[in-house]
């Protein structure tokens, strides 16, 4: 069955440092989303990116995160100067069609902790 | 978006019938009910959605009465490997919207 992975699983960096997580969707999939998980709380939608563009973010997502699909397999978030309250779960996610139709799922990946000290 | 509400938490044991109900009692006509499942540590994993009356897959089953105002996510004989968080969520049928999560029902299966 195709997934989506992403990479690296854990990350423990400092407050201030830039982080790269790394996604690769499903291959015929043409839309593309991050969420993150606060340890103990609930899925939040970050963004989501279709034809090598954002389509929307959330205010979570703000000047210090950036999405990439640099080479059509990969789509990255970008955190520029990490503070502590980034420290989360990153879920990276892809469908095959936009999400305001009928026909179901969103496929996520496994996760990217990210541990910011 | 309407706004769902669920259990946050329910106890079964094995082999029995776990019915999970969510009401959503501002969804509107363009909108489709969606059920998340979420193991600790991973990602959600879609298990069933429906606009109206029933919907069966191999995992699970979803009920709708004719008003929408509520859903109910059946599982049939559950095993240990059931407990999980079970996510109820309503999506808009119109351009390119994003999941909104609630706190979901923490389903625990003892032996």
């Known amino acids: 069955e195709p997934e989506v992975t992403q990479t690296p699983s854990h990350q423990v960096t400092q407050m201030g440092q830039e982080v790269i997580l790394r996604c690769v969707p499903i291959s015929n999939h043409l839309y593309f989303y991050w969420y993150r998980q606060i340890l103990g709380q609930k899925v939040e939608f970050l963004v989501s990116?279709?034809?090598?563009?954002?389509?929307?973010k959330s205010e979570i997502f703000d000047d210090q995160f950036s999405v990439e699909r640099p080479d059509g397999s990969n789509f990255t978030l970008k955190i520029r100067s990490t503070k502590l309250e980034d420290s989360a779960m990153y879920f990276c996610?892809?469908?095959?069609?936009?999400?305001?139709?009928?026909?179901?799922?969103?496929?996520f990946g496994e996760g990217s902790r990210l541990t910011v000290l | 978006l309407a706004k769902t509400t669920q259990p946050i938490s329910m106890d079964s044991y094995e082999g029995q019938e776990v019915n999970i109900t969510c009401s959503h009692n501002n969804i509107a006509t363009n909108d489709y009910i969606t059920w998340y499942q979420q193991f600790p540590s991973q990602g959600p994993r879609f298990i069933i959605q429906g606009y109206k009356t029933k919907v069966t897959n191999e995992v699970a089953s979803l009920f709708i009465p004719a008003d929408r105002k509520s859903s109910t996510l059946s599982l049939p004989r559950v095993s240990l490997s059931d407990t999980a968080v079970y996510y109820c969520?309503?999506?808009?049928?119109?351009?390119?919207?994003?999941?909104?999560f609630g706190t979901g029902t923490r389903l625990l299966v003892s032996p």
């Open positions: 996610a892809s469908s095959e069609v936009p999400r305001g139709t009928n026909t179901g799922e969103l496929f």
């Open positions: 990116f279709y034809n090598n563009e954002i389509s929307e």
């Open positions: 969520l309503v999506e808009r049928n119109t351009g390119f919207q994003k999941l909104v």
